[in-house]
């Protein structure tokens, strides 16, 4: 059984900054990659950012420039440090995790989500 969790969320002002956290716990306690996704009202869910086991670290255009995301995979722990949030960073956060050799089983671990509003 694996566990992840987020914390961290909340409401901002625009221009503000929030960090979010996730800890993996459980049966496993190493992961190939982690990433944050996010799901706003009435849209995809989209991937954030994710970061593998080497240190390789993405981000989809919308937040490049202001979001950082680092993890340290000593503890199964991940983050996200938002900068200069706009509302349309308004949406659920969520945690996701893979395995060693999830790729080739397609099995990858989900938390339950945190909530960031960007509101003034």
């Known amino acids: 059984q694996v566990q992840l969790v987020e914390s961290g969320g909340g409401l901002v002002q625009p221009g503000g900054s929030l960090r979010l956290s996730c800890t993996a716990s459980g049966d496993i306690f190493a992961f190939y990659r982690m990433g944050w996704y996010r799901q706003a009202p009435g849209k995809q869910r989209e991937l954030v950012a994710s970061r593998n086991s080497i240190g390789d670290t993405y981000y989809a255009d919308s937040v490049k420039g202001r979001f950082t995301m680092s993890r340290d995979t000593a503890d199964n722990t991940v983050y996200l440090r938002m900068n200069s949030l706009k509302p349309e960073d308004t949406a659920v956060y969520y945690c996701?995790?893979?395995?060693?050799?999830?790729?080739?089983?397609?099995?990858?671990?989900w938390g339950r989500g945190t909530q960031v509003t960007v509101s003034s």
């Open positions: 996701n995790a893979e395995p060693y050799g999830g790729a080739e089983t397609g099995h990858e671990y």
